[in-house]
């Protein structure tokens, strides 16, 4: 059973920059494709960023693109969110998700299904 746990989420003024983090436990996690996704509220799960198992491959959201950079440590069971210049629009609950049969190669990352686990989620508030 694999489990995810968020941290470093948090209040910043518009502009500023927050890095957050997901650590991963109980299961394989250099053969797991890993996925961000946030939430405001009233709004659909949306997709972030998404990064591929040895971290070679990323994709992002166009939202987010030139701002965001996923990254992971597979010796450290963690992946990274690095959120530059933010907006009041950044403002919501922000989510890892695990894909641990990324043998299904139908979804694509930004795809809610092709994750199969997710953590609890961290809050991320953008003020202006």
């Known amino acids: 059973q694999v489990q995810l746990v968020e941290s470093g989420g948090g209040l910043v003024q518009a502009g500023g920059s927050l890095r957050l983090f997901c650590a991963a436990s109980g299961g394989t996690f250099s053969r797991d494709a890993m996925g961000w996704f946030r939430q405001a509220p009233g709004k659909e799960r949306n997709f972030v960023a998404g990064?591929?198992?040895?971290?070679?491959?990323?994709y992002y959201a166009d939202s987010v693109k030139g701002r965001f950079t996923i990254s992971r440590d597979n010796a450290k069971n963690t992946v990274y969110l690095e959120m530059n210049s933010l907006k009041p629009e950044d403002t919501a609950v922000y989510y890892c998700?695990?894909?641990?049969?990324?043998?299904?190669?139908?979804?694509?990352?930004?795809?809610?299904?092709?994750?199969?686990?997710w953590g609890q989620g961290t809050q991320v508030t953008v003020s202006s």
């Open positions: 998700a695990a894909d641990t049969m990324s043998w299904r190669t139908f979804y694509s990352y930004s795809d809610r299904e092709k994750y199969n686990y």
């Open positions: 990064i591929n198992r040895n971290g070679g491959n990323t």
